[in-house]
């Protein structure tokens, strides 16, 4: 089936049963075939005014304990931005799938880019970190879909998959594996009236469903420990902004992945998503490149580039758009031995060639 | 049966005197001297006239339009 | 039930400024509730931003306080996904007739179970006394220092037209026909709402020659007229300032089909 379907596939297994969404090209066709499945699986579809409406939706649901997603666009990501922020603040478990086509504006709909990648981490004001996985096969649609399950929550954080129109679109098979590990979030057993948002070395409060007697606040605004609104107190926005940003990088450990093959090369190239494909073929032909695939975009897989960039002699990184995950790398290749840290941008929806490539690694 | 009257609690009034205003029988006037919060709080004038303090405390108040609209949850019932 | 079985006795005495209609509200809303027999455990409030939406922080029930405009967003998703939960919404003119109008005509015509609480003072209190969607023609703001260009939002015949199930209005010096009308919203299928025009003395009232509560009061109250007498035949119906009149009253109870029901989560 194509990637989209099999995100929904994916979302349903990891035990979703709550999608709000708006038709946006090219995720339409997550919407459309989770119309069908969830009413298959007791779930609730339902497809809103607009995107804000939609992510809305989906954090009011997770509230009441429902896995939920969205699916959307450039156009649409950007909507979402606002309430995106709110969930962090909030620390409401969503995923959001963002199909990626050419931007800025409505640009090119039905053509594959990476325009969000930094939208994904810096999108919505204030201090806030997300997580975002960047699939690149309909196998990953459907793992990574899962994954984003288990990582919001987990860590009580919404949760990106990164894909684009290409990676959408593209039909293939997958494979279900018998065992999946399905991850819920930890609820408060008892009552919680006061201190809902109490938290142990983890950092991550334990999460108090609505409907349970737990009679607590939940609010945007800068809040303490209780949930009551406490906004003028620096101590009190420092505590909290720290804790919300720390609780991801606590877990840098268990939350980043990479694919690396021949992670020794003098010629490394740094590709996720859809270029990532080409490189594949790439690395059939030439013993001295290697791939380094962040596959947990955010938090970008830091430690592992760093390995790897030992040895590199020149660093390629492949993007379809103008330099964004580009600067990640430069950051941390600049500190290794590696001189040559260089961007390699496709515009306009073709994928990067494995003869342009291999030019490029001449 | 002992007659009820209505009381302010001065630690919440904050002198708006909409229970002047909503009072069909004048019960409540604007006051003059302020209040410890440094509100000036209203004087209940005419506590007889009150139709619910009337009744028996134990008896469903039928009026009761001060404690409804107070916005400041500044009246209640005192039993004498 | 107490009032302050209700309420957060904790977090008293509240924000609000002295006069505020807000006050009135809560009052106003606690009886209607105690009344209503709902379980408090299984209440849900949503807020908005604004005043208004500060109610629900005071109540002691499971509470979400959202973005500006978009608690009928939140609600909805809330109440889908799980219908046995009773949700209430808490919004203002400006969170419900401008940011959140889109919301706002949807969930009307969805016609979702939803009790929506909207507290109308004719301006933006909050951020310090702009023009709202529902400040009359001509009369002063902070961003209308000389005169609102604009005409107002009927909030409630908006309702009424995008399908809402029961849509009342009321002043603060209807307490007794307010709490009758939210003990209705409460119990009531589908989207049931109920306006309630308040008085702000701080912004609205201070900018307007209106210079107490008392008299911002009295200025709700004796500009009101029930809407059965106001809405006949000869009116103009494009005189959107509503003959600077407020109308009051229940304006429609009718039973569509909740949404709940047309989607198959609530037989």
């Given amino acids: 089936m194509q990637g989209d379907e099999a995100s929904v596939e994916g979302a349903i297994h990891a035990g979703c049963r709550f999608f709000a969404g708006y038709p946006i090209t090219p995720a339409t066709e997550i919407a459309e075939r989770m119309a069908k499945r969830l009413r298959e699986a007791d779930g609730v579809f339902l497809q809103l005014e607009d995107e804000i409406a939609a992510i809305a939706a989906i954090i009011g649901a997770s509230w009441t304990?429902?896995?939920?997603?969205?699916?959307?666009?450039?156009?649409?990501?950007?909507?979402?931005?606002?309430?995106?922020?709110?969930?962090?603040?909030?620390?409401?478990?969503?995923?959001?799938?963002?199909?990626?086509?050419?931007?800025?504006?409505?640009?090119?709909?039905?053509?594959?880019?990476?325009?969000?990648?930094?939208?994904?981490?810096?999108?919505?004001?204030?201090?806030?970190?997300?997580?975002?996985?960047?699939?690149?096969?309909?196998?990953?649609?459907?793992?990574?879909?899962?994954?984003?399950?288990?990582?919001?929550?987990?860590?009580?954080?919404?949760?990106?998959?990164?894909?684009?129109?290409?990676?959408?679109?593209?039909?293939?098979?997958?494979?279900?594996?018998?065992?999946?590990?399905?991850?819920?979030?930890?609820?408060?057993?008892?009552?919680?009236?006061?201190?809902?948002?109490?938290?142990?070395?983890?950092?991550?409060?334990?999460?108090?469903?609505?409907?349970?007697?737990?009679?607590?606040?939940?609010?945007?605004?800068?809040?303490?420990?209780?949930?009551?609104?406490?906004?003028?107190?620096?101590?009190?926005?420092?505590?909290?902004?720290?804790?919300?940003?720390?609780?991801?990088?606590?877990?840098?450990?268990?939350?980043?992945?990479?694919?690396?093959?021949?992670?020794?090369?003098?010629?490394?190239?740094?590709?996720?998503?859809?270029?990532?494909?080409?490189?594949?073929?790439?690395?059939?032909?030439?013993?001295?490149?290697?791939?380094?695939?962040?596959?947990?975009?955010?938090?970008?897989?830091?430690?592992?580039?760093?390995?790897?960039?030992?040895?590199?002699?020149?660093?390629?990184?492949?993007?379809?758009?103008?330099?964004?995950?580009?600067?990640?790398?430069?950051?941390?290749?600049?500190?290794?031995?590696?001189?040559?840290?260089?961007?390699?941008?496709?515009?306009?929806?073709?994928?990067?060639?494995?003869?342009?490539?291999?030019?490029?690694?001449? | 049966m002992t007659p009820v009257r209505p009381k302010i609690d001065e630690t919440y009034c904050k002198g708006c005197n909409i229970c002047v205003a909503i009072c069909p029988v004048g019960v409540y006037t604007v006051g003059k001297s302020t209040s410890a919060r440094g509100y000036v709080v209203p004087i209940i004038k005419k506590p007889q006239e009150c139709v619910d303090s009337k009744r028996n405390p134990n008896e469903k108040k039928k009026c009761e339009l001060c404690i409804y609209v107070c916005p400041d949850q500044a009246i209640d019932w005192e039993n004498e | 039930m107490n009032f302050f079985d209700f309420y957060r006795q904790d977090r008293w005495p509240h924000m609000f400024c002295p006069g505020c209609g807000v006050g009135t509200v809560m009052n106003t809303f606690y009886r209607a509730f105690a009344e209503s027999g709902l379980d408090q455990n299984k209440t849900v409030f949503v807020a908005g931003i604004g005043c208004s939406g500060r109610i629900p922080g005071y109540i002691r029930a499971d509470s979400l306080h959202t973005t500006h405009g978009r608690p009928l967003a939140f609600a909805g998703g809330i109440k889908v996904a799980n219908p046995k939960l009773k949700v209430v919404v808490f919004t203002g003119d400006g969170d419900l007739g401008a940011i959140g109008g889109n919301h706002f005509i949807n969930a009307c015509r969805r016609n979702i179970e939803l009790t929506v609480i909207c507290i109308n003072n004719y301006i933006y209190g909050m951020t310090g006394g702009q023009a709202s969607t529902t400040t009359p023609r001509d009369l002063l703001s902070s961003t209308t220092p000389f005169g609102n260009r604009e005409y107002p939002f009927d909030l409630s015949e908006v309702a009424v037209a995008a399908g809402a199930n029961y849509v009342a209005r009321w002043t603060t010096f209807h307490v007794k026909q307010m709490t009758k009308s939210m003990h209705k919203a409460l119990l009531k299928d589908g989207l049931s709402f109920v306006e309630i025009a308040s008085q702000c003395p701080t912004q609205f009232g201070r900018r307007n020659d209106l210079n107490s509560a008392r008299e911002v009061f009295d200025w709700l109250k004796s500009n009101s007229v029930p809407r059965s007498k106001a809405r006949d035949l000869s009116e103009d119906h494009l005189d959107l300032n509503l003959m600077g009149k407020i109308t009051v009253g229940e304006f429609v109870e009718r039973n569509r089909e909740s949404y709940m029901k047309a989607i198959g989560v609530m037989k």
């Fill in chain 1, 65 to 362: 304990g429902t896995k939920a997603m969205t699916a959307t666009s450039g156009p649409g990501f950007s909507l979402m931005q606002e309430n995106l922020g709110y969930a962090c603040m909030t620390e409401t478990p969503i995923v959001i799938i963002d199909v990626q086509r050419g931007g800025p504006s409505t640009g090119q709909p039905t053509r594959a880019a990476q325009g969000d990648v930094m939208q994904a981490r810096w999108g919505s004001h204030g201090d806030y970190e997300t997580i975002a996985l960047a699939p690149n096969s309909v196998q990953e649609m459907f793992d990574l879909t899962i994954e984003a399950f288990n990582l919001s929550e987990k860590y009580r954080v919404p949760t990106i998959v990164l894909s684009d129109a290409d990676i959408g679109h593209m039909r293939g098979t997958f494979v279900v594996s018998n065992s999946i590990d399905i991850t819920d979030r930890k609820y408060h057993l008892k009552p919680v009236s006061y201190n809902a948002f109490a938290y142990d070395e983890n950092l991550i409060p334990n999460f108090p469903k609505f409907g349970e007697g737990h009679r607590v606040h939940i609010t945007g605004l800068t809040h303490d420990i209780s949930g009551y609104p406490k906004t003028t107190d620096p101590k009190v926005h420092e505590a909290l902004v720290t804790r919300l940003v720390n609780k991801i990088r606590l877990h840098r450990n268990n939350i980043c992945r990479a694919e690396i093959i021949n992670p020794q090369a003098e010629k490394l190239i740094v590709a996720y998503g859809s270029p990532s494909n080409s490189v594949y073929e790439v690395l059939n032909e030439r013993a001295d490149i290697g791939l380094f695939r962040p596959i947990t975009v955010w938090p970008f897989p830091e430690e592992k580039l760093r390995e790897s960039a030992q040895y590199a002699k020149k660093i390629l990184v492949l993007e379809m758009n103008m330099g964004q995950l580009y600067w990640e790398v430069e950051r941390i290749a600049r500190q290794s031995p590696c001189e040559k840290i260089e961007l390699f941008t496709k515009l306009g929806g073709d994928v990067h060639a494995p003869d342009e490539i291999l030019e490029r690694c001449a």
